[in-house]
């Protein structure tokens, strides 16, 4: 069946540290990959997403390639903020499934001065 | 992209009693809605799909009893958690498709809270 893998955390960082967050995935058709985050005490937002495979998401320099060979979605971004501490989700969706999203575990970020 | 509200965005209430959370399509007319459950430190877990019109298909191990779902329109979805126990303590949350089924909507969340 369809599924997320995501590495567990928490993951704590020092500010304009490197992140890296792995995230693979199982599904039987063609799904469309996404990164929410959740700020504390709140609901899901979308950060990025990529509909198919070799495409680049990116959104507030964060970036995930679509890597159908490896079947992976990594969360990267060059310099964290102390502001991008909250939870990051990996999901996928594939269409059939009308929008069904399957969530990987999350992964807790904090980041210090 | 849709706007979906929650509400309410949290809720006390005493054991044994039933609590409406609703989630409305603000912009969307949305013939399905999804209902997911967030334990402390854990991932979403989809408990069931609602679908306007007709019966809601509930996840396996979710009781279709204890977690009503009622999809009247295209624009609201309820979700009851009848006879709440401290266990079923939790944040809830829906989310709606896009237009291109490609990417979801969530509402802000509910926290319940059973005491």
């Known amino acids: 069946g369809d599924s997320v893998t995501q590495m567990e955390g928490p993951v704590t960082l020092s500010e304009e540290a490197f992140l890296t967050i792995n995230c693979t995935y199982t599904?039987?058709?063609?799904?469309?990959l996404f990164w929410y985050v959740q700020y504390p005490g709140e609901g899901l937002q979308l950060l990025l997403k990529?509909?198919?495979?070799?495409d680049k998401g990116s959104n507030k320099g964060f970036e995930a390639t679509y890597r159908k060979e490896t079947t992976s979605f990594h969360l990267e971004k060059g310099s964290v903020q102390v502001s991008d501490s909250a939870v990051y989700f990996c999901?996928?969706?594939?269409?059939?499934?009308?929008?069904?999203?399957?969530f990987g575990t999350g992964t807790s970020l904090t980041v210090i001065p | 992209g849709a706007v979906v509200s929650q509400h309410p965005s949290w809720v006390i209430c005493k054991s044994g009693t039933s609590v409406k959370i609703e989630c409305r399509s603000l912009?969307?007319?949305?013939?399905?809605m999804f209902w997911y459950r967030q334990f402390p430190k854990q991932s979403l877990m989809l408990m069931a799909t609602?679908?306007?019109?007709?019966?809601?298909?509930?996840e396996q191990g979710v009781e279709k009893d204890k977690f009503l779902i009622n999809h009247a329109s295209l624009t609201l979805s309820t979700l009851t958690v009848t006879s709440a126990h401290p266990e079923d303590s939790s944040f809830y949350i829906c989310?709606?498709?896009?237009?291109?089924?490609?990417?979801?909507?969530f509402g802000q969340g509910t926290r319940l809270t059973v005491v």
């Open positions: 989310s709606v498709g896009s237009r291109a089924n490609t990417e979801a909507f």
């Open positions: 599904a039987t058709g063609y799904p469309s």
């Open positions: 990529a509909t198919k495979a070799d």
């Open positions: 999901a996928l969706s594939v269409s059939n499934t009308g929008n069904q999203f399957y």
């Open positions: 912009d969307f007319q949305a013939t399905t």
């Open positions: 609602s679908n306007e019109g007709s019966k809601a298909t509930y």
